[in-house]
């Protein structure tokens, strides 16, 4: 049987309609209680055929028992947490069901609603964007606080009567929460220590089997892409941890190991700079040698005849 493809719900105003919803206040922003799914219509739709939004969908969600899927991640929201979709990403899953004890809110902002805004270009630079769901943010009751105080305000706004000042207001308040968000992440960088720590390690060692079984030759360096995927997270993620644990970035940690194993070769080999650079997987030597020199302010030939 052919899988259906993802229902695509172009505006919020639809997705109120598929969900049983009377019509959003504002045709661009909508802020949802869970407790309003609790009977809505949710169920009647396939979640399991998925839905894409052409729409910002942001969600604090605690008590569901079913689970959820993006990607090709599972998250069970048992726990609770903070959880960002940018548009055309798929969300799938059962959806709401009579034993869930749902509560939190879901925020939904179309990108035309930046128009002529600091944010239209601003929000492209909030990586958690492209987190899956498996990467959500785990919030103290603390930081629940503030989040939710932030979009009080955003409902309140956006359910006044509106004005020219209103667009502006509710901007502001948006772009505080994106803010508090990113702060929050970095912090979760940091606390969530063993589980971090675990990828660390599993990077370390996956570098390390990479660059000694021999096949750089063929294969070249390792990508971004393919470390994430080795390491089952998202790219996105991956270089917010390294930037708050390390402070250097994917690309910059595989060339250290690429570096690390030149001066192994330079150093405990009779390989020509040549013979090296092609072992490592370049095809040109001079770029090599270009990289060596950027990382050590050594020449491969001046490492090797310092370190004899």
Sequence with gaps: MTPKKPIRIKTISQAHQLIGLPAPEHPLISIVDYSLLQSSTTNDVSMDQGLVFDFYYISLKKGFINKLYYGQQTYDFDEGMLYFIAPNQI?????????????????????????????ANKIRKYEFFDYSISEALFLSDKEKVIINDIVKNIRTEYQANLDRFSQDIIMSHLETFLNYAERFYQRQFITRKINNHQILSKLEKLLTDYFDNGDLSTKGLPTVQYISE???????????????????????????????????????????????????????????SKLFKAKTNQSPLDFRLSFN
């Design 91 to 119: 969300l799938k899953g059962a959806g709401a069901s009579p034993e869930d004890d749902l509560s939190g809110w879901v925020m939904l902002v179309h990108p035309d609603f930046f128009w002529g805004t600091s944010l």
């Design 230 to 288: 080795a390491l089952t997270i998202s790219p996105s993620y991956l270089r917010g941890l390294l930037k708050t644990l390390t402070g250097k970035s994917t690309q910059q940690l595989i060339h250290d190991k690429l570096i690390e194993k030149a001066k192994e070769k330079l150093s405990m080999t009779d390989l020509t700079v040549s013979e090296i650079a092609y072992e490592l997987g370049f095809e040109h030597s001079q770029s090599f």
